[in-house]
């Protein structure tokens, strides 16, 4: 709990430095690309940006007093009860709104142009031990309460509704709202379009009074056809998305480009060979997308864009050429799988993607080299109870654990353990080279194999997004071999996407399309996998979430 409202805290004191350092003039066009001239200067004289909220999970009053001391803010009055935020999280975690302890704190802060105004505080007590951990995580991990707030200071039915209007215009969709009769205020939630470049996604109005008359035609707003046909052909351009990220990462772009000063155009044109009138084309769609930024110098990287560089630290350069390539060239046979079941690679490339990436050295390595590229959900699971305990000496054994690089981070975190890592003949050796110069090799096991082949009499065993590529039967094979192996006393730490209980939006929907796709696999819900480690004479102990919806299912022999 000490790490997780530290964790809190550090979010609260980014929160102060933002509100002191913005003003509504200059945030309103970071939010709403496009907004500017007299657009803009007519909907800041009817709005003012007041406060960037967030949600907290303190075990009591007292840590969350001392979280907002600590962050130099200082409050006088006892929390208000939350009204929307608290329906929010009871629809999204199906609990009672009864159940939910949610108050609102607005200490103020002394900002940069000489105005006060606040940081908005919602927090939900989660005392230690306590079931709303779960909620906590899940909510940590999403930060779907996260926002930045207008208020309209003089309230009138017709400025409302031009100032939904004009949210709308410039691409931000109703998201919510609600009126709140302990302060009689009314909300208005907006989420920004993706082009946004304010770090925040959801904006509030805030209006004094009770304006639900106004706020249902803001909700209605939502289902328009207008609206939905805009959604639509944003949602249809997705792959030209992905080939503008695919031709930028392959033309090597990001190298030639600094993330500290801008390049002219002419001579990013003539680094990457490319004729310059297209190149701008390409560049400007990016702009819009974040990954790079356009000064009077010329073109410079986002630290989003810089993740396409070759040499960047968790580059993400070879998952844009896989997805803008080998996998979207067989996506286009998606509509076959779903009517056939057979799979769409398969049936593009002639044989599955293991054999095809296998016999193609290139590909192989690329395809590594992008599985290493998700390493950021990587980046907690040292620390998990199990690897952080482990007795001196004891062995891990990484099952297909592709080029070492989860084993790798394992055995760094801890010096007193063992590694072992299971691959195929020709991955294992890409494994050796990779953990030899990292230092890791005197103390790693290198063994060619099969899921069969799983060690026996080990303490820790991984199986990291490995099950998601199988059917039903093939992973119950593949965790009854681990079951055999493992003594009575060893643990199972299955890393996955988990699709979530509540149709909620996560990464693992979109990854259970690509595994159907391309893989004949699929990603599954947490029962799922409990029911397939039951077969397998296996018990699912907890479960673990990790960065970009990843989770570690903890398992044991039964």
Partial sequence: ??????????????????????????????????????????????????????????????????????????????????????????????????????????????????????????????????????????????????????????????????????????????????????????????????????????????VPGDHRDVLAAH????????????????LLTGAWTTQA???????????????????????????????????ATLLRY?????VVSEDRDGFRLTDTGAL?????????????LMYGGPFYES???????????????????????????ARDPE?????DQSMAAGARMFDPLPAHPVLASAPAGATVVD????????????LSAHPRLHGLLLERPRTVETARRLLGPAGHAQRCTFLPGDFADVPAGCDVYVLSRVLHDWDDDRCREILRHCARAMPSAADLLVVERVLPADGSASLATAWDLHMMCNVGGRERSAAHYARLFTEAGLTLVDRTPLPLDGTILHARRT
């Fill in 399 to 410: 099952i297909a654990g592709g080029n070492g690089e989860l084993l790798g981070r394992i």
């Fill in 1 to 206: 709990m000490i790490t997780a409202l530290s964790g809190d805290t550090s979010r609260l004191r980014e929160t102060v430095e933002f509100v002191k350092e913005q003003d509504t003039a200059t945030l309103l066009p970071l939010l709403l690309p496009g907004l500017d001239g007299p657009e803009l200067r007519a909907l800041a004289e009817r709005c003012a940006f007041s406060h960037a909220a967030l949600l907290v999970f303190p075990p009591d009053g007292a840590a969350l007093h001392s979280a907002l001391a600590d962050c130099g803010l200082a409050v006088d009055a006892p929390p208000r009860p939350s009204v929307v935020v608290r329906e929010r999280l009871a629809v999204r975690h199906g609990r009672s709104p009864a159940d939910l302890d949610v108050g609102i704190l607005r200490p103020t802060v002394e900002c940069a142009d000489g105005a006060r105004r606040t940081v908005e505080v919602f927090a939900l007590t989660v005392p230690p031990g306590s079931d709303l951990e779960t909620v906590a995580a899940h909510e940590r991990e999403r930060q779907r309460e996260a926002h930045v707030a207008f208020e309209v200071e003089a309230p009138d039915p017709l400025v409302l509704r031009g100032l939904c209007a004009a949210f709308g215009q410039y691409g931000a969709t109703p998201d919510g709202g609600g009126y709140n009769p302990h302060e009689d205020g009314t909300v208005f939630y907006f989420t920004a379009p993706a082009e946004a470049k304010a770090g925040y996604r959801r904006v509030e109005l805030y």
């Fill in 331 to 357: 996506f286009a046979g998606l509509g076959h799988t779903v009517r056939t079941g057979e799979v769409a690679f398969e049936r593009h490339f002639g044989e599955n993607h293991f054999d095809h990436f």
């Fill in 308 to 320: 396409l560089r070759a040499d960047a630290e968790g580059s993400m350069r070879p998952l844009a």
């Fill in 219 to 234: 909700l209605a707003d939502a289902h328009r056809g207008q609206q939905h046909a805009e959604t639509l052909l944003r």
């Fill in 363 to 367: 590909l192989a390595e690329l395809f």
């Fill in 245 to 279: 990220l695919a031709a930028f990462a392959r033309l090597e772009v990001a190298d030639a480009m600094d993330r500290e000063r801008g390049v002219g155009l002419a001579d990013l044109a003539r680094e990457v060979g490319a004729l310059a009138p297209n190149l």
């Fill in 286 to 290: 990016l702009t819009m997308l974040g």
